[in-house]
């Protein structure tokens, strides 16, 4: 399949759809195949789910430009949308779906509330240690590790990065 064909069978379906660009010998692949099957299933009607093997399709990946796997395509009226690379939880791929069912702009929740805390906590401790010893380079490792743990919610990044 090329990108034509792709775009083209993508704009024949009503609905939102999500692809799944996945391998048999992708480890992570096999982790989150289920969890998007059982999604597909849950939101049956309203979104539409393709699971395309990434090496019986190497033309459309190339096409696409899709370096890695597992990757996801959300798409509307037969246009990509947003891209996620890497594997997700469970909660996020939910909210893929409940984006593309709502017509709203696709957020993905990036990190559950345990993680947030845990960098939080992590850069807040590391920081502290740097400058209790004068130290500015743990100083500067815990701001960017605590960083990573709100850069998600912060509007100056999303405004950077786009």
Known sequence: MNLDTFQEQLRSYP??????????????????????????REYEGRIDFWALNADEHTQLLRELKVFSIPTVLMTRNGEIVKTYTGSRSREAYRSMFEA??????VTVISMSMF????????????????????????????????????YDRCPIWRMITG
């Open 100 to 105: 593309l069912t709502r017509a709203r702009p």
């Open 115 to 150: 993680e947030r805390f845990l960098r939080l906590f992590a850069g807040g401790v590391i920081a502290a240690t740097g400058l209790m010893t004068s130290t500015w380079s743990l100083i500067l490792i815990g701001g960017v590790i605590a960083f990573l743990g709100i």
């Open 15 to 40: 609905n939102p759809v999500i692809v799944d660009l996945w391998a048999p010998r992708c480890g992570p692949c096999w982790m989150t195949k289920p969890i998007l099957e059982a999604l597909a």
